[in-house]
């Protein structure tokens, strides 16, 4: 067995990184050896692998749902939004420069399509199938022709595709059927079918519909997902909270101890990373909330500045919004505060960046001794040391070289009364440490909140995880899909009109079965 699949959505959002994790979990249950692959993703929320490259944060989920080791291959592309109109491209999980929408789209992506492949064809050659996942829509017919992560690597690879729909956000049949119809027909002979996810109600009330898009499309629905809550884990198209809602959609837990513990994150510009407060709402008796005016940190008992991309423009941001000096008083009054990467370096004494925001000197809020000063090589790395008396682990992903002049060592940061702040991504993720940091947040803050022992937040990752693999299982028609990774698209698959016009199809996949050129 040497196959794939590609899971394409209607519309960003619409489920396409859960529903690969999903079908990597149950895949690897069915001791098949699998892999997920995304050629191309735009997300700000990465992760550094253990080689020492970035990729997207999603990528390393779906490597954990499939019980291996994430790697560059698995996220070949990765681009970082800086501002609406330009990226830094990371390349092979490293940065090879900025870029704007345009440049990138006028040649400089369909440069990469043999990176790509490449990628994709060593994955092929190692796992006993390649789980990819599309990015946006596959029907952005004004891109079709620079395409690498949707219908072009499906035709390069010979990949059936399932196209995602979200039918929460409503329209879902017409969404199915235009994306289908505005395809190539080229394109559209690998389309092999439908998903509908996030489905609530009566499933015997939507299968005349499901017909009807048969009748209409020559091409079946291979399962209707349940809503379900709790389940949207490392997403990248942007933040799964609006602001003033808790984090994600998770049920808070009762408190441990007398108290509950209220922490707001400040939803800076370009938040990158804001997977980090997870490991935070996992614990019982934490409410996390994502906050944008000064008002909403009195009530909290600590605050944390995030990563950002843009450091000097979060900073900026602060202080527009009057959150700069709420977090200034707070300091003073003892008050928890934690700066994670750019918000550690927004916390400090200066900023010297002649890289991101190419701003010069900047002063920062002070509340650290720490001076920052920006490099154009990027810190990627995995550090393993100890806080507070626990192991800890993390990651880093940053252009800031930090020269701590003084306060108490925090990884490899510091702490000044109840301010601290560090670059390492992912430290609350260690329970030990989380456990020891909310009891000195909770004594700061004055709350009676005793963290609860036992909680583990990798065990909760594996049961998020195992449950998405159950929503594949026990809701997708697992046999038909089994059908199709290992043999291939259907023949026969009907064309929808009106169509798109032809695009010139990309370079194949050598080797592995895999035919080269046009469908």
């Not at 040391?385 to 990884?411: C, K, Q, T």
Request: glycine content about 14%; charged content about 25%.
């Amino acid at each position: 067995m040497s196959g794939g699949l590609l899971v394409a959505g209607t519309t960003s959002d619409a489920g396409k990184s859960v529903v690969t994790a999903g079908i990597c979990r149950w895949l690897v249950r069915q001791g098949v050896k699998v892999a997920p692959f995304k050629a191309q993703n735009m997300s700000l929320n990465s992760f550094v692998t253990r080689e020492g490259a970035e990729i997207g944060r999603a990528q390393a989920m779906q490597a954990q749902a499939a019980r291996v080791e994430p790697t560059a291959l698995m996220n070949p592309v990765l681009l970082k939004p800086g501002s609406d109109r330009s990226s830094q491209v990371v390349l092979m999980g490293r940065p090879v420069g900025e870029m704007s929408a345009r440049g990138y789209h006028g040649g400089r992506q369909e440069s990469l399509l043999s990176t790509v492949v490449d990628c994709l064809e060593q994955l092929r050659g190692t796992y006993d199938a390649v789980i990819c996942e599309g990015a946006g829509s596959p029907a952005e017919i004004n891109l079709r022709r620079t395409d690498i992560v949707n219908m072009g690597i499906a035709r390069a690879a010979r990949f059936p595709v399932v196209v995602v729909g979200d039918i929460d956000r409503g329209g879902v049949f017409a969404s199915f059927f235009g994306t289908t119809a505005l395809l190539s027909a080229e394109d559209q002979a690998l389309i092999a079918g439908y998903l509908v996810n996030k489905f609530r109600g009566d499933v015997s009330l939507l299968e005349p519909g499901l017909d009807m898009l048969h009748g209409l499309t020559g091409r079946p629905t291979y399962g209707v997902l349940p809503f379900a809550h709790g389940l949207g884990i490392d997403e990248e198209d942007g933040l799964r909270v609006s602001l003033r809602g808790a984090v994600r959609e998770s049920v808070v837990a009762p408190p441990h101890g007398e108290d509950v513990l209220r922490v707001a994150v400040c939803a800076v510009p370009l938040m990158s990373n804001f997977t980090d407060v997870d490991a935070l709402a996992a614990e019982p008796g934490v409410v996390v909330r994502f906050v944008d005016r000064a008002e909403e940190l009195a009530d909290a008992d600590l605050v944390i500045v995030p990563g950002t991309r843009g450091t000097v423009k979060a900073l900026a941001w602060l202080r527009e919004r009057g959150l700069a000096d709420a977090l200034l008083r707070r300091a003073a009054q003892g008050r928890p505060v934690l700066g994670i990467c750019g918000g550690f370096q927004v916390l400090g004494e200066r900023i010297e960046d002649e890289v991101e925001s190419r701003a010069g000197q900047v002063e920062g809020l002070g509340l650290l001794p720490v001076r920052i000063r920006f490099d154009r090589e990027k810190t990627l790395a995995r550090p393993v040391g100890s806080a507070l008396g626990e192991p800890v682990e993390g990651y880093e992903i940053h252009h800031g070289v930090a020269d701590v002049r003084g306060g108490e060592p925090f990884l490899d940061g510091c702490r000044v009364g109840a301010v601290w702040g560090t670059h390492w991504h992912g430290s609350l993720e260690s329970d030990g440490f989380r456990r020891r940091f909310l009891v000195e947040v909770a004594a700061a803050a004055g709350r009676r909140f005793v963290p609860a022992p036992d909680t583990s937040f990798g065990a909760l990752r594996e049961e998020q995880l195992d449950r998405l693999g159950d929503l594949i299982e026990e809701h997708a028609d697992t046999g038909a899909l089994m059908r199709l990774i290992e043999a291939g698209v259907p023949k026969g698959l009907p064309f929808v009109g009106p169509g798109a016009p032809e695009v010139p199809a990309a370079r194949g996949v050598r080797g592995a079965g895999v035919a080269g050129g046009s469908a």
